[in-house]
C-alpha cells in the first residue's frame, strides 16, 4: 500500500486562530518515519507554503498553493493575477481583495504579521478578498465572473477568485506522480470539499470557526473529528490510519 496525504493548512493542520501546529507534529513524524508524502494544500501563496515547508519538515515534497490554481515549483509567474485585477478593475464591483489592502489590513483581517501578510500579497494565481455588496448582488457577479472565465471558491474567511484549477484535480496529478494507491485527504472548510470527496479516505476536522462541510457524497470513507485544528487533524489521521492496519510500530 503507498500512501499520500494532502491537508489544509487553516484550521486543519494549523490552530485557526494562533497557526500552532504543535499537536500535529508526533503524527508528522510518524508519516515521515513510514516515507509517506504530506502535501499542503492550501489558499496561501507559493512564498507562504514555503515557510511552512521548513517549519513542518515538509520540504521533499510539492505543495498545492493558491486553492489549486497551480503547485508550489518552478518559475514564478504572476500574469494570471494580473489579468485578474485588471478583470476586476473594469467591473468595479464591491469587491476588496488582497491586491486592494496594505499589509497592516490582511494581517488584522488573517492575525498573520506584517511580514507573513505581505508574503499573502506575493500571488501568482489567484485574488482572494471580501465580498462587500449584498448577499442579493452577490450571484450576479459570479455570474459575469465567470463569462470571464475566473471562477469563484468560498473559504473559512475569503471569497477567492482565479482562472481554475482546484485542490482534487492537483491532488489526481500528484497521486499519479508518486505512484500512491491510497489518498488521504483532510480539510475543514467549503473549499476543501472536492479535494476531500475525491480521496480515498477522508478526514473533516471539526471547524467551530466557518460553516463547516456538508456531507459528501460516500460518508462511509469520511471520519469527521471531535477536537478542531491540529488537534483533530491528529485524531483524524490516527483513525485513518487505524482503519487501514498500520500501527505504532509499522515502517
Known amino acids: 500500500m503507498r500512501l499520500i496525504v494532502f491537508t489544509d493548512l487553516d484550521g486543519t493542520l494549523l490552530n485557526h486562530r494562533t497557526y500552532d501546529a504543535r499537536p500535529a507534529r508526533p503524527m508528522l513524524d510518524r508519516l515521515a518515519g513510514l516515507g509517506v508524502p504530506v502535501i499542503l494544500a492550501s489558499s496561501k501563496t507559493a512564498a507562504e507554503i514555503a ?93 459575469t465572473l ?34 500512491a494507491d491510497t489518498t488521504i485527504a483532510l480539510g475543514d472548510a467549503p473549499n476543501d470539499a472536492e479535494m476531500l470527496a475525491a480521496a480515498d479516505h477522508a478526514v473533516i476536522v471539526r471547524n467551530d470557526h466557518g460553516p463547516g462541510i456538508a456531507p459528501l457524497p460516500d460518508e462511509t470513507r469520511v471520519i469527521r473529528t471531535g477536537a478542531s485544528g491540529p488537534e483533530g487533524w491528529r485524531e483524524g489521521m490516527a483513525a485513518v490510519l487505524d482503519r487501514l492496519g498500520i500501527g505504532e510500530t509499522d515502517g
Open 51 to 143: 515557510v511552512w515547508q521548513r517549519d513542518l519538515g515538509l520540504t521533499r515534497w510539492p505543495a498545492i498553493v493558491e486553492n489549486g490554481a497551480a503547485l508550489a515549483e518552478g518559475a514564478f509567474d504572476d500574469s494570471a493575477y494580473r489579468r485578474i485585477r485588471a478583470e476586476l478593475a473594469r467591473l468595479a464591483a464591491p469587491f476588496r481583495g488582497f491586491g486592494d489592502m496594505k499589509p497592516a489590513e490582511v494581517a488584522a483581517l488573517t492575525g498573520l504579521t506584517p511580514e507573513t501578510a505581505a508574503l499573502a500579497q506575493t500571488r501568482a494565481h489567484s485574488e482572494p478578498g471580501l465580498w462587500q455588496g449584498t448577499e442579493a448582488a452577490l450571484p450576479a457577479f459570479l455570474e
Open 146 to 179: 465567470k463569462a470571464r472565465g475566473i471562477t469563484a471558491r468560498r473559504g473559512g474567511r475569503f471569497l477567492t477568485l482565479s482562472f481554475g484549477g482546484t485542490k482534487a484535480g492537483r491532488m489526481a496529478d500528484l497521486a499519479a506522480r508518486f505512484k
